[in-house]
């Protein structure tokens, strides 16, 4: 399983800050933000699913234009996986006529270009050619999931936009010999009311959750306010405690993982 970072940052400003979206072989994607603009229309109509952590805009930003932009290219539908809240926000939100039309009632070829498909923690699917995907858990602001990509050798979770929670801790450690953990950090400690407001971690509360994860794993840090991006990640790799048993550092767009 190749999996290639296309947006892992907090906002946007030219090629390296562009909004989350994480490429799976050719046919997959979790997230549709804004990241997804540095795909070529040929790789755009190869994107058969969709796994969407939660509705906030900078993750499903390139959703609507993905679908009209190749349902006339298409040979089957694009397959949008979500939680069942998630699902509701982007049909009553965007596809809904008015944002946007909805191509799950549009059959531009002889089927659907759009299908929705509910997913619940712990589901499992198969990534053809590529290997499995798990949904995890997540605490944001609106309902949320991380995900954990299986592949021939290794493993990488990604948290989603989240908070501390215990419920993401259990899953990573029930996990146990994940190599690789992408975990979001949105916000530096003078800002911590807001992260805790926002239901995102801070350069305090990321550095407390990763303490408590068993495994070895390499950490990558994700969602990085652009404004506070070097701040956020000096506060976190001044933690001598945190250094001296994790390797952490920042996620960078175009970063490629085999799994
Ligand atoms: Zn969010
Ligand atoms: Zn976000």
Request: proline share 2%; charged share 25%.
């Given at each position: ?83 069942s809240d998630t699902i509701d926000s982007i049909r009553k939100h965007i596809f809904n006529w ?132 070097d701040l956020i990640m000096d506060e976190i790799l001044e933690d001598e405690e945190l250094m ?16």
């Amino acid at each position: 399983m190749q999996v290639k970072i296309l947006g892992c940052s907090g906002g946007i400003g030219g090629d390296e800050l562009q909004t989350t979206s994480i490429l799976i072989n050719e046919n997959t994607i979790i997230d549709a933000g804004t990241g997804l603009v540095s795909l070529t229309l040929e790789q755009l109509t190869r994107i058969n699913s969709i796994f969407i952590t939660h509705a906030h805009m900078d993750h499903i930003a390139s959703c609507p234009m993905l679908i009209d932009s190749t349902a006339e290219l298409r040979t089957e539908p694009l397959v949008l996986y979500a939680l069942s809240d998630t699902i509701d926000s982007i049909r009553k939100h965007i596809f809904n006529w008015e944002i946007w039309p909805d191509f799950s009632e549009i059959n531009v070829k002889e089927f659907k270009s759009l299908k929705f498909c509910k997913v619940e923690v712990g589901d499992e699917f198969e990534i053809p050619g590529a290997g499995k995907i798990i949904v995890g858990p997540a605490k944001h602001q609106i309902q949320g999931c991380s995900y954990l990509l299986i592949g021939k050798h290794d493993k990488l979770f990604f948290s989603g936009d989240t908070s501390y929670d215990k419920s993401i801790i259990e899953f990573i450690n029930h996990h146990k010999t994940i190599n690789h953990i992408i975990i979001e950090c949105a916000f530096s400690k003078k800002d911590q009311e807001l992260a805790k407001l926002s239901n995102h971690l801070d350069a305090q509360s990321v550095t407390q959750m990763i303490k408590e994860f068993d495994c070895k794993s390499k950490i990558y840090i994700t969602h990085l306010k652009p404004s506070q991006r070097d701040l956020i990640m000096d506060e976190i790799l001044e933690d001598e405690e945190l250094m001296k048993n994790y390797h952490v550092s920042r996620l960078f767009a175009y970063q490629v993982f085999t799994l």
